[in-house]
């Protein structure tokens, strides 16, 4: 039962992971729906356009004053972090980067934080849409790129290596999965309404994994560049157990990121 029919505005991106489970939700009469790449969204956040909202771990740690985590709906997990790669006639070795600038898809994007954590001395980097880093990798303009999303799945047939798995990084680092995204809503809502918005997506997740063909063609609408299997991999890789409940583990991983992004005055 919803508490009230006020219309809700809700941001996510048009990633399989995020319309995977937003599908249900996103039919709903109450719901207005924007779709934006993360990083759009995450500087829409700082002036809290929207009610709920996907974001970056990143961002959040910036925005915990003004935006609630919900327990559902987050990328988090194992086998699943961002990638440093270069050309691979570029001359590059594994956990070296090239000197040049490395490309980044976002200034407030977890990938960034993962990249500064990792390598604290880098100083060249510049920022652009997450679709455009192999691009920007293969001209020239970048000597690096950090790939997130489905690149990971493609980066290597379009003649690219990979320099660094900050996802494993992490991992060996501190033994927690890892956190990339989630699913925020504005404090102002009330802890109730907050409440019944955490419920719904919640339902429509459980849905999502009970009847996950009755997805495909919103998704298919949204990434329609991608291949059936491009997106099937994408979905099983950044939707998992911790999608419907981040439990003790996915909380002890976001607060060791903030422990570690506070220690390296990155924020």
């Known amino acids: 039962m919803k508490i009230e029919t006020k219309h809700l505005t809700c941001a996510y991106s048009t990633c399989p992971n995020d319309t995977f489970i937003f599908c249900q939700l996103a039919q709903d009469r109450d719901i207005e729906v924007y779709l934006h790449d993360v990083e759009t969204l995450n500087r829409l956040a700082f002036d809290e356009r929207f009610d709920v ?25 194992r086998g699943c972090g961002p990638l440093v790669i270069s050309r691979q006639d570029g001359g590059g070795t594994y956990r070296r980067l090239p000197a040049g600038p490395v490309a980044v898809p976002g200034e407030f994007t977890t990938a960034h934080l993962l990249l500064r954590l990792w390598n604290p001395e880098l100083k060249t980097r510049i920022f652009m849409p997450f679709d455009q880093i192999m691009d920007a990798v293969a001209s020239g303009k970048a000597d690096a790129g950090v790939i997130i999303h489905e690149g990971r799945f493609v980066f290597e047939e379009r003649g690219f290596q990979c320099l660094e798995d900050l996802g494993e990084w992490w991992e060996a680092e501190t033994g927690l999965p890892i956190p990339l995204g989630c699913i925020v809503a504005r404090k102002s809502l009330g802890k109730e309404r907050i409440a019944e918005i955490e419920q719904r997506l919640k339902g429509s997740i459980q849905s999502a994994f009970a009847d996950p063909a009755s997805t495909f063609e919103y998704i298919k609408h949204y990434a329609q560049e991608l291949d059936d299997d491009v997106i099937r991999k994408h979905i099983k890789t950044y939707v998992n157990d911790f999608t419907l409940d981040l439990g003790n583990e996915g909380r002890a991983a976001i607060n060791k990121l903030q422990q570690m992004a506070g220690d390296a005055g990155i924020i």
Request: charged share 10%; proline share 0%; glycine share 8%.
């Open 53 to 77: 909202t996907k974001i970056s771990f990143h961002a959040w740690l910036l925005l915990q004053d003004k935006y609630q985590l919900l327990n559902v709906g987050a990328a988090l997990g």
